[in-house]
T-cell receptor, first 114, second 111 residues
């Protein structure tokens, strides 16, 4: 079955702009989580959605937001981009929390803010 | 505050060597500990551990959890150049729907 699909793969934006990233989970997976990965901070949790509801949120400013659609696809939005938002953004899906198969990650979107 | 610490941060070995990667954690209401391998972009799932003392194995990789001492180890025997990657440890807490990751161990296996 198809894996987790993230689009676009690469993105270059200017400070102050906004960006929307997309994540399509594995078919049947209803939980989608987003993570930011930077060399200095490692992988940090942004938020998690299940059945179109945000169930948990990490310690990121309000410029970072997300949503999930009825088909479980999710988007995250970053407004008023800053240079420090340059990172690899990964999404992960799972069928249910605590499954022995863990979470499946997508290949990520590499965002560069200039 | 929940914390996951991996050591060493970086490791260089030669093919055929055996390596042990460490992960210690502090988390309220621990549910599980997970290991991932990240080569280029997408971390790939290796193991999920929930019970102490039960070793999980997959080929040359194995892992075990000690819930009393709050750590886990990941062993790789007879390393190959294809094992070169960042190995990530993460913990899940009950009631949360997120993973707290360590900084990772960058393993380089030289021919």
């Amino acid at each position: 079955k198809a894996g987790v699909t993230q689009t676009p793969r690469y993105l270059i934006k200017t400070r102050g702009q906004q960006v929307t990233l997309s994540c399509s989970p594995i078919s049947g997976h209803r939980s989608v989580s987003w993570y930011q990965q930077t060399p200095g901070q490692g992988l940090q949790f942004l938020f998690e959605y299940f059945s179109e509801t945000q169930r948990n949120k990490g310690n990121f400013p309000g410029r970072f937001s997300g949503r999930q659609f009825s088909n479980s696809r999710s988007e995250m939005n970053v407004s008023t981009l800053e240079l420090g938002d340059s990172a690899l953004y990964l999404c992960a899906s799972t069928a249910f929390i605590g499954t022995a198969y863990g979470y499946t990650f997508g290949s990520g979107t590499r965002l560069t803010v200039v | 505050e929940d914390k996951v610490v991996q050591s060493p941060l970086s490791l260089v070995v030669h093919e055929g060597d055996t390596v042990t990667l460490n992960c210690s954690y502090e988390v309220t209401n621990f549910r599980s500990l997970l290991w991932y391998k990240q080569e280029k972009k997408a971390p790939t799932f290796l193991f999920m551990l929930t019970s102490s003392g039960i070793e999980k194995k997959s080929g040359r990789l194995s892992s075990i959890l000690d819930k009393k001492e709050l750590f886990s180890i990941l062993n790789i025997t007879a390393t190959q150049t294809g094992d070169s990657a960042i190995y990530l440890c993460a913990v899940e807490a009950r009631g949360n729907n997120d993973m707290r990751f360590g900084a990772g161990t960058r393993l380089t296996v030289k021919p």
